[in-house]
């Protein structure tokens, strides 16, 4: 499979644990970006690598959301001290700067924070 | 920030009849994304349109960008059971991030 692939693909955890979700992108893209979706809203942009540099981050994300892409390859996103608010699906995309930033998603970790 | 307003939020057709949803912002656009999100996926882009005035079309899907650069629409054709999900606009703001609408979910009656 070439795509965008993300795990887990659903994690519950108690108020107050730390989690840790990973992205791995379509290997020849340098481009990955994290995204939150709650139930009937749009993909809201969390933060955006280009090989290992975070380049954007939103001014939504909580201090308590860290991601690394430490060799420009796969991406790691922690939330730590989560809260209920955190219960979300996290979406991955990546893109090729060579085409026009079309995203390619991958198919998400459901989040649930009991 | 930038925002993208779409509508309608919900819209169901009976199967063979039009479709269509707006995005709207109220300031320039440099570019329109649409994504589909089958239910229970995750979103699958569809298009971009870069130019003032650009019309495409994808078999039943016909897609317009604005003379102003400030809105956007999705006309779907005769729709089929296969178009139901929830169509999303997206637009880049500062830099590379992708600003969502709401989205607007179709529905479809056979």
């Known amino acids: 499979d070439t795509g965008v692939s993300q795990d887990p693909r659903h994690k519950i955890t108690k108020r107050g644990q730390n989690v840790t979700f990973r992205c791995d992108p379509i290997s020849e893209h340098n481009r990955l970006y994290w995204y939150r979706q709650t139930l009937g809203q749009g993909p809201e942009f969390l933060t955006y690598?280009?090989?290992?540099?975070?380049?954007?981050k939103s001014r939504l994300l909580s201090d308590r959301f860290s991601a690394e892409r430490p060799k420009g390859s796969f991406s790691t996103l922690e939330i730590q001290r989560t809260e209920q608010g955190d219960s979300a699906m996290y979406l991955c995309a990546s893109s090729n700067r060579d085409f026009y930033n079309e995203q390619f998603f991958g198919p998400g970790t459901r989040l649930t924070v009991l | 920030g930038q925002q993208v307003m779409q509508i309608p939020q919900y819209q169901h057709v009976q199967e063979g009849e039009d479709f269509t949803t707006y995005c709207n912002s109220s300031?320039?656009?440099?570019?329109i994304q649409w994504y589909k999100q089958r239910p229970g996926g995750h979103p699958v882009f569809l298009i971009q349109l870069v130019k003032s005035g650009e019309v495409k079309k994808q078999k039943r899907l016909t897609f317009q960008f604005g003379e102003a650069k400030k809105n956007s629409s999705l006309h779907i054709t005769a729709t089929q059971t296969t178009d139901v999900g929830t169509y999303f606009c997206?637009?880049?703001?500062?830099?590379?991030?992708?600003?969502f609408g709401k989205g607007t979910t179709l529905s479809v009656s056979s």
């Open positions: 300031t320039t656009l440099s570019n």
């Open positions: 997206a637009a880049n703001q500062a830099g590379t991030a992708l600003i």
């Open positions: 690598f280009q090989n290992e540099a975070q380049l954007e």
